[in-house]
């Protein structure tokens, strides 16, 4: 055991057959065949150093973006980097360089406490600052790509540091180069954010403009947005700490506009936001909300009551059980819409 920074250490070694229910939010009761915890970046190199087949290596973060639907026969690797500081700074800007371990919404915080803009519409997002850039996560009219300079990424198998620009990293929605042709080569140890010390706010969200006038705010500050997205999110999106889920199940689809124009023609309430090339974005919630999933529950699992896009574990479900309401879903949309779902969550 060894002191560092005040934080009692149990060590670097890995331990055998632990339950991660408290690693995913979830809360799946599954467990790993073994588990470790990276604190620093020697940590990190020493414990992968052990490991007989690096292809075995899974990295946790928050384990906010996960379903696991059976025992993990594997090495869990808890990705616990810290450390916030900013890097670089000019006479508008702020770099800030956080630890791929904080959790996000702590690095929320930091930056609207310091009165730096760019990340206050993503606040209360679940899970750590290193899952961030592998989805890109987004809310509310921003994504990370927007505040994003670049990313300190170790290769599990060569074990080197390298660094990733932002088109490196090739960022779409809900997607980058590490949830595809470098899946599982990459543990991300930290991001620098560019924030702006002159804030703009980006507020024409409806729900936020909404939020703010019920607020009576007049002057906009970082604060006042942070609390209007914290207050949304609060009103339709589940607690992790007392139900189980992992946020936005399912991709919101992307299809034709003229399949938009004829569900338009059945459905004159269907939400659809027009992207470039003839292609239009479905509201996942909505479609499996009309399907009549909203609320769905047996035994205890189940679709969020206030928001059909979050699958959820009353307490005692089973990763296959939610896995397989999934599929139903799936299937379901298929048959009723043509629309193809597609998972945000990666299954394991
Ligand atoms: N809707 C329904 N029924 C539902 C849910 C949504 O009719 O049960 C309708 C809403 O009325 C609205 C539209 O669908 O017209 C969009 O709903 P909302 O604004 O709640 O956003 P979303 O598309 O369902 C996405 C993200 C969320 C993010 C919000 C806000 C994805 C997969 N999800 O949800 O991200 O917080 O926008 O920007 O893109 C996450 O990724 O885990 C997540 C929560």
């Keep these: 055991m060894r002191i560092q920074s005040g934080r009692l250490h149990l060590g670097m070694a890995w331990k055998e057959s632990i339950s991660l229910k408290s690693y995913n939010t979830f809360g799946i009761d599954v467990s790993a065949a073994h588990l470790g915890e990276a604190q620093d970046m020697d940590q990190l190199a020493a414990l992968i150093a052990e490991v007989p087949d690096r292809k075995q ?71 750590n600052v290193g899952a961030a850039p592998m989805q890109n996560i987004g809310a509310y009219g921003v994504e990370l790509k927007d505040v994003f300079e670049e990313l300190e990424a170790w290769h599990i198998f060569d074990q080197e540091l390298h660094t990733f620009g932002g088109a490196d990293c090739k960022f779409g929605y809900r997607e980058s180069v590490f949830k595809r042709n470098l899946k599982n080569q990459y543990i991300i140890t930290s991001i620098t954010l560019k924030l702006t010390k002159k804030p703009v706010f980006n507020v024409s969200y409806g729900a ?16 006042d947005v942070s609390k209007a997205v914290i207050a949304i999110r609060q009103s339709k999106l589940p607690d992790p700490a007392q139900i189980g889920n992992s946020g936005s199940f399912f991709k919101n689809p992307v299809i034709p506009q003229k399949q938009f124009n004829r569900l338009k023609e059945q459905y004159s309430s269907m939400p659809g936001y027009v992207l470039s090339e003839g292609l239009v974005k479905i509201a996942a919630g909505w479609l499996i909300e009309q ?26 479900a089973k990763g296959s059980d939610i896995l397989d309401l999934s599929t139903k879903i799936m299937i379901d949309i298929l048959e009723k819409f043509d629309i193809q779902l597609e998972r945000e969550v990666n299954i394991y």
């Design 208 to 223: 936020i403009e909404s939020e703010l006038k019920a607020q009576k705010v007049t002057e906009t500050t970082l604060q």
């Design 291 to 316: 399907a009549g999933w909203k609320g769905y529950r047996s035994g205890d699992f189940g679709v969020h009551d206030r928001q059909a896009l979050v699958l959820v574990n009353h307490g005692g």
């Design 57 to 127: 290596l899974l990295v946790l973060g928050g384990g906010s973006n996960v379903l696991l639907t059976q025992d993990v026969d594997r090495w869990v690797l808890l990705n616990r980097l810290g450390g916030i500081e900013q890097v670089r700074e000019d006479k508008e800007h702020v770099w800030i360089k956080a630890g791929a371990g904080i959790v996000w919404h702590d690095l929320v915080l930091y930056a609207i406490e310091k009165g730096y803009g760019g990340i206050e519409n993503l606040s209360l997002i679940p899970g």
